[in-house]
């Protein structure tokens, strides 16, 4: 039974012992946590391939199996409606989830995006530059180390977080642009991406109230309002953001071939899309969509 193989990488999970097996060891690497039944065929299926992974990855990874029949509640606090479902911790959150059986090509593209590599050494090494001062070194550092690996988010992650802190905000979205299609998919890839959107190398704002006050009395020129939406986004005032680019679509919804609802769409995705803001403001978006 899979509750019983014995391993230093695999171990049976419940709600006794979630919060260390689970949580802590999270915060130091990546956990996958199987959601499994012994009535369910697939997740017998599946187990070889998870026992054979977590024993390649040498102990960057740990394997937490719950069995859903004996931890209901476990299994109900999750969500868990359907064996096998793989849920990915790291840094005390699930990170990513799978549902139904998974071929090992599949599990292996979600795994790889967490577990330690060696040019995960890299990082450490460009940030020891960037901190002495030689910022050349550890821009080509970083860069020669996504042409060897072009399967470890993180390296692109910081090198654009590093332009990004040096407000070279078009040649940190260029990069992320250019990135293969399966990096593309990581959250934070996404997600930092979202937010170079709403910033340019020849952003600036120095004045906010001033530019609202002028954006009032000039209600049609939109390149204010898509100025001001940017600023808060950037501030993280999602709402009001929503509020200018509901103008811009109900002044002109085509505006730099329909602005305002790609903002709209980024936003969503920043804020998540259970958020409240997202159901306000959709039935606006499809309003003027279709």
């Not at 956990?31 to 997740?43: D, E, I, Q, T």
């Not at 821009?139 to 399967?151: F, G, H, M, T």
């Not at 934070?188 to 709403?198: E, P, R």
């Not at 704002?205 to 609202?212: F, G, P, R, S, V």
Request: hydrophobic share 35%.
């Amino acid at each position: 039974m899979i509750e019983t193989i014995e391993s230093e990488f695999i171990h049976e999970g419940n709600t006794n012992n979630f919060s260390s097996l689970v949580i802590e060891n999270s915060r130091t690497g990546p956990v996958l946590v199987n959601f499994w039944s012994r009535k369910a065929g697939p997740c017998l299926r599946q187990y070889p391939i998870l026992d054979k992974l977590v024993h390649e990855y040498e102990g960057r990874l740990l394997l937490i199996n719950i069995d859903t029949e004996k931890e209901i509640k476990l299994s109900k606090d999750f969500g868990i409606a359907s064996v096998p479902t793989l849920k990915l911790f790291r840094f005390e959150e699930v990170q990513a989830t799978l549902h139904g059986y998974q071929s090992e090509t599949d599990l292996k593209n979600m795994i790889e995006k967490f577990v330690t590599r060696d040019s995960d050494k890299i990082i450490a090494q460009a940030i020891q530059e960037y901190t002495n001062g030689n910022q050349d070194k550890t821009y080509d550092l970083l860069s020669n180390a996504i042409i060897e690996d072009q399967v470890n988010p993180r390296l692109p992650l910081t090198l654009c977080k590093l332009l990004q802190y040096e407000k070279r905000y078009d040649e940190a979205l260029t990069l992320l642009d250019s990135l293969p299609l399966e990096l593309k998919k990581d959250t934070d890839i996404t997600q930092l991406s979202n937010q170079l959107f709403f910033m340019s190398d020849s952003y600036v704002i120095n004045d906010i109230e001033n530019i609202i006050a002028t954006s009032k009395k000039n209600p049609n020129n939109l390149e204010l309002v898509k100025n001001i939406s940017c600023y808060y986004v950037i501030e993280k005032q999602y709402e009001l953001a929503l509020l200018e680019l509901q103008k811009m679509i109900e002044i002109k919804s085509d505006f730099e071939d329909g602005y305002a609802r790609i903002a709209m769409l980024k936003i969503f995705s920043l804020v998540g899309d259970d958020h409240e803001l997202v159901h306000k403001f959709r039935p606006l978006l499809s309003k003027y969509t279709h």
